[in-house]
């Protein structure tokens, strides 16, 4: 059984950083591709950024790009979402998914495992 947990949201202040973790267990780590998404309060779940399971290839969405960088340590079955320079309108509950297959990896139907989220707040 895939788990998907997700860690280090919380509250900020605009211009902060924040680095969310997720911890990805019940398959063979290295063979996932993995993705960030988010969605703020009454809007739909949209794309961050995605990394893929063979040569660490990775996506943005424009709204985050130059600002956000994801990463994986296949050490430590741990994808990584470094958030710099926030802004109030990154505030979201943002989610960890991962998948065995590929696909379009910018949409949340190609991700059957799924965290419960972390809340990143950003204050102006």
């Known amino acids: 059984q895939v788990q998907v947990v997700e860690s280090g949201g919380g509250l900020v202040e605009a211009g902060d950083s924040l680095r969310l973790s997720c911890a990805v267990s019940?398959?063979?780590?290295?063979?996932?591709?993995l993705a960030w998404f988010r969605q703020a309060s009454g809007k739909e779940r949209e794309f961050v950024s995605y990394?893929?399971?063979?040569?660490?290839?990775?996506n943005y969405a424009n709204s985050v790009k130059g600002r956000f960088t994801i990463s994986r340590d296949n050490t430590k079955n741990t994808v990584y979402l470094q958030m710099n320079d926030l802004l109030p309108e990154d505030t979201a509950v943002y989610y960890c998914?991962?998948?065995?297959?590929?696909?379009?990896?910018?949409?949340?139907?190609?991700?059957?495992?799924w965290g419960r989220g972390t809340q990143v707040t950003v204050s102006a």
């Open positions: 998914a991962a998948s065995l297959r590929g696909g379009l990896l910018t949409t949340p139907d190609s991700f059957p495992y």
């Open positions: 019940g398959s063979t780590f290295s063979r996932f591709h």
């Open positions: 990394i893929t399971t063979n040569y660490f290839n990775t």
